[in-house]
């Protein structure tokens, strides 16, 4: 049956308010004065880091030390509850986990040890002690993870539910593994060494790198989505790759890929079209990046805009840097115009 032109014109007519009223979100590129961002909030608006010293970011207040326990002298701080509020990293030397809290440093073990996680009320945090993996909850000490005595925590879910990361594994490498409770579960690998970086806010997706085995292999960027691995595309011209962050809902993936994990990095952002590079997504919509080299991106807010990470300055200086990604909305809703606009030239021959 053909459609009334009149409720074409109706739809067309809503699309085209739809259009105007709802713009692409516009990227955007700035440095930041520190060395490393490691993590930023789901929000996007208040990013963890360091290098001489631990340090917050926030758009309005810039870049805001934090305390150093006593007796150390550098530190970083590499992930964030949700509000920002509270932070766990590490101070050196020696190495020593650390949570801060309302303008103060805690000691979470004295030992070597580094806090890489959080949940997000900030009540557990993740990372690893003499060599194990543990997570340390609010007002208790590290407790060791079942399953491995050598290996560390990167990641844990919003509800602090699940935990991902490495372990080393009877007979074999060192390991992707997911803890669920009791239970560590070793996911799927190429034969080589792997490691799980992070999981998604909805729990549906795992990102880290896998090395598939033999002589020479080179180490790929990974996804394990319903506990299936898919090794993750190259930039042209990059060899090797890591995957270090991922989206709430696992849609979008940031790392980097390179000549190798040392040398000739590029940020790389991943999602269902494949590999891009971020340096050349933000040229792209007319940001002047002259001077700048992107070479490592580490966080993702939770819907997969703003990325933080590290690279090197127009002075040739190791800093970090934080990146809002252009907003696809307004390509999809043109998607959509454009089927309307063919439903209504369909409906228009229909009724002549």
Do not use: K
């Not at 053909?2 to 700035?30: E, K, N, Q, Y």
């Not at 020696?94 to 030992?111: D, F, I, T």
């Amino acid at each position: 049956m053909p459609v009334p032109r009149f409720w074409i014109g109706v739809w067309i007519g809503f699309l085209w308010i739809a259009l105007c009223a709802a713009p692409a979100g516009a990227a955007s590129f700035a440095g930041l004065p520190f060395i490393d961002a490691w993590d930023v909030t789901p929000d996007g608006q208040t990013v963890a880091g360091g290098g001489a010293a631990p340090v917050l970011w926030t758009a309005g207040g810039g870049a805001v030390p934090l305390p150093l326990p006593t007796g150390t002298s550098s530190g970083a701080a590499r992930a964030l509850a949700a509000d920002g509020s509270v932070a766990v990293g590490v101070a050196s030397a020696p190495e020593q986990a650390v949570r801060w809290s309302g303008g103060s440093a805690a000691v979470l073990s004295p030992g070597p040890s580094f806090g890489l996680g959080v949940s997000a009320d900030g009540s557990v945090a993740v990372g690893q002690a003499s060599s194990a993996p543990v997570r340390w909850d609010a007002g208790s000490g590290a407790s060791p993870l079942p399953g491995a005595s050598l290996g560390l925590a990167l990641g844990i879910t919003p509800d602090g539910s699940r935990i991902v990361g490495q372990a080393s594994i009877p007979g074999g490498f060192y390991e992707a593994v997911e803890w669920i409770g009791a239970d560590m579960n070793e996911l799927p690998n190429l034969g080589g060494g792997s490691a799980a970086r992070a999981i998604s806010g909805d729990a549906s997706t795992i990102v880290g790198s896998v090395t598939p085995f033999g002589s020479g292999a080179r180490q790929l960027a990974a996804s394990w989505v319903g506990g299936v691995l898919s090794t993750l595309p190259l930039l042209p011209g990059t060899l090797e790759g890591d995957a270090w962050d991922v989206s709430g809902d696992g849609r979008v993936v940031v790392g980097f890929t390179g000549t190798s994990i040392f040398s000739g990095q590029r940020a790389t952002l991943w999602d269902a079209s494949g590999a891009h590079d971020i340096a050349q997504l933000l040229t792209a919509e007319g940001l002047d990046l002259s001077g700048w080299t992107l070479q490592e991106a580490y966080g993702i807010s939770a819907d997969g805009r703003t990325v933080v990470g590290d690279g090197r300055n127009p002075q040739g200086l190791a800093r970090a840097w934080i990146a809002v990604i252009p907003e696809p909305s307004t390509g999809a809703l043109l998607g959509v115009g454009i089927s309307l606009l063919a439903l209504a030239r369909r409906g228009a021959v229909a009724s002549r």
